[in-house]
């Protein structure tokens, strides 16, 4: 569809409706163009009304942190949604049970849980996500995964139906799981353990010391770039990369990281082939080893 049909088709949603625009600074590497249509939902009613509108007619692209995409310099021939305050709530289900919206941040997650002497968060402190990106990839670290806390997810797919599917249904795997591409995710449901909040405060200082000792922070990066080989025996991947890879070696501005050679880092203005070229030279160096997050 042409722009000004697609102004037409969404006239009543106001300024929440963007054409053409910049998703640049929406995402941790500060790389890419614009999208052709760019949505920000207030609540769920608004959101269901405009996936009816749209009625599949454009491809969607649901917008969390930005913390671990690559946005190609090309117009976005699609719609990017970002989901509004309404999915950013957070409150208690019990001692040890906890409901958040899919836009709460990790971190937030984790505080929240903290504060209220619920245990098992802790490693979300060290995830620069959301919980729907969170819940989309697995997404995890020092040995904790989504899973291990998730009860349930509620979600709607994009012809505007609303589901909530247990965690006993969903298949994990390492990064991974078998959810449909089409679902957005609303809010989910987790589990922890009550503890001390000294007890927990001291994990999560503990996680974040060790990420900041290991770990480049502060910089235009998306986070690890390649899974890990998921056989035991098999090194870690920045172990591999730094075996076979020339470490100085850049496309434009973009570069390895010093500090852990499995981030890769925007020194500047980098393009999107800049990093595509530094991601595929690396791959190339092991071929079906290695899987981008």
């Not at 836009?103 to 995830?127: H, M, P, Q, W, Y």
Request: proline content about 2%.
């Amino acid at each position: 569809m042409k722009t000004e049909e697609l102004k037409n088709l969404f006239k009543e949603f106001g300024k929440q409706i963007k054409f053409e625009h910049d998703l640049k600074k929406k995402n941790w590497f500060n790389i890419g163009g614009k999208s052709k249509v760019f949505y920000k939902a207030n609540d769920l009613k608004e959101l269901v009304k405009f996936l009816k509108i749209l009625d599949n007619k454009k491809k969607i692209f649901i917008l969390g942190a930005g913390s671990n995409i690559l946005v190609t310099d090309n117009l976005y021939d699609g719609v990017v949604i970002k989901l509004g305050k309404s999915f950013n709530n957070i409150s208690l289900l019990g001692d040890d049970k906890i409901i958040a919206g899919s836009g709460v941040l990790d971190k937030t997650l984790s505080d929240f849980a903290r504060d209220n002497n619920i245990s098992g968060f802790e490693f979300l402190s060290c995830i620069p996500g959301t919980i729907g990106g969170g819940i989309k990839m697995n997404a995890g670290c020092f040995g904790k995964e989504f899973k291990d806390i998730l009860l349930s997810v509620q979600a709607i797919d994009k012809s505007g139906n609303i589901k909530t599917i247990p965690s006993k249904d969903i298949y994990f795997e390492y990064r991974d799981n078998d959810l449909p591409d089409d679902l957005i995710f609303l809010s989910a449901s987790f589990k922890g353990n009550k503890d001390k909040y000294d007890n927990i405060n001291s994990e999560i200082i503990k996680l974040k010391t060790e990420k900041e000792k290991n770990q480049p922070t502060k910089i235009k990066t998306s986070g690890s770039t390649f899974k890990n080989p998921i056989s035991q025996t098999e090194k870690k991947v920045w172990q591999l990369i730094k075996e076979s890879v020339p470490l100085d070696i850049s496309f434009g501005d973009a570069y390895i990281s010093e500090k852990h050679c499995n981030f890769f880092i925007n020194k500047g203005n980098a393009k999107f082939e800049d990093m595509k070229n530094l991601i595929d030279f690396v791959e190339k160096k092991f071929g079906k080893r290695l899987e981008l997050v």
